[in-house]
Antibody
Framework: QVQLQESGPGLVKPSETLSLTCTVS?????????WVWIRQPPGRGLEWIGS???????YYNPSLKSRLTMSVDTPRNQFSLKLSSVTAADTAVYYC????????????WGQGSLVTVSS | DIQLTQSPSSLSASVGDRVTITCQAN??????LNWYQQRPGEAPKLLIY???NLDTGVPSRFSGGGSGTDFTFTISSLQPEDVATYYC?????????FGPGTKVDIK
């Protein structure tokens, strides 16, 4: 059974870098899936952040691209997200997900991690 | 960016009712549309991919259809466990985008 679990700080100061890791269990991270980050501001809808495949293929949302870095750590079966220069607008529940292609469908999801940007 | 609109934004129906949600794209997206269910406090769950294909294990009371710019999502007989927000998502063009969601409640 494939499981995803987000981890990282729940509170980040404005202008700093938000860092999250997603640990994948029950599936080898280099077996052919794309790994995805999606976020949801409190009480609002879903926003695709980006998709990555084995550190060789990345697709970023243009609205976040200048601040975004995604990477895969194959030995640890993890992938990560770094979002720099955060503001309160980046406060959201961040979900990691998996999909057979860079564009979805997103058929495996983590439970989500709330990240609040505040001083 | 491709914009998706969903109608209605919320609805309340009785157990056993047929419920239909529409998703409209501001340009043609072939059948490159997925539907997700998000129960309160949970992560989204894939229900339908490629506009009309039911994901594995999803009850057959859920169905989807449409192509181009207009899509529908139907629950043939609403159940209490279907209380959730439903989102459409297009993958015809980057960035991938979601609709604003339709909240479904039991009357």
């Amino acid at each position: 059974q494939v499981q995803l679990q987000e981890s990282g700080p729940g509170l980040v100061k404005p202008s700093e870098t938000l860092s999250l890791t997603c640990t994948v269990s029950g599936y080898s991270i280099n077996r052919g899936y794309y790994w995805v980050w999606i976020r949801q501001p409190p009480g609002r809808g879903l926003e695709w952040i980006g998709s990555i495949y084995q550190n060789a293929d990345t697709y970023y949302n243009p609205s976040l691209k200048s601040r975004l870095t995604m990477s895969v750590d194959t030995p640890r079966n993890q992938f990560s997200l770094k979002l720099s220069s955060v503001t309160a607008a980046d406060t959201a529940v961040y979900y990691c997900a998996g999909s057979p292609g860079y564009s979805g469908p997103f058929d495996y999801w983590g439970q989500g991690s709330l990240v609040t940007v505040s001083s | 960016d491709i914009q998706l609109t969903q109608s209605p934004s919320s609805l309340s129906a009785s157990v056993g009712d047929r419920v239909t949600i529409t998703c409209q794209a501001n340009q043609g997206i072939n059948n490159f549309l997925n539907w997700y269910q998000q129960r309160p406090g949970e992560a989204p769950k894939l229900l339908i991919y490629d506009a009309s294909n039911l994901d594995t294990g999803v009850p057959s009371r859920f169905s989807g259809g449409g192509s181009g710019t207009d899509f529908t999502f139907t629950i043939s007989s609403l159940q209490p466990e279907d209380v959730a927000t439903y989102y459409c998502q297009q993958y015809d063009n980057l960035p991938l985008t979601f609709g604003p969601g339709t909240k479904v409640d039991i009357k």
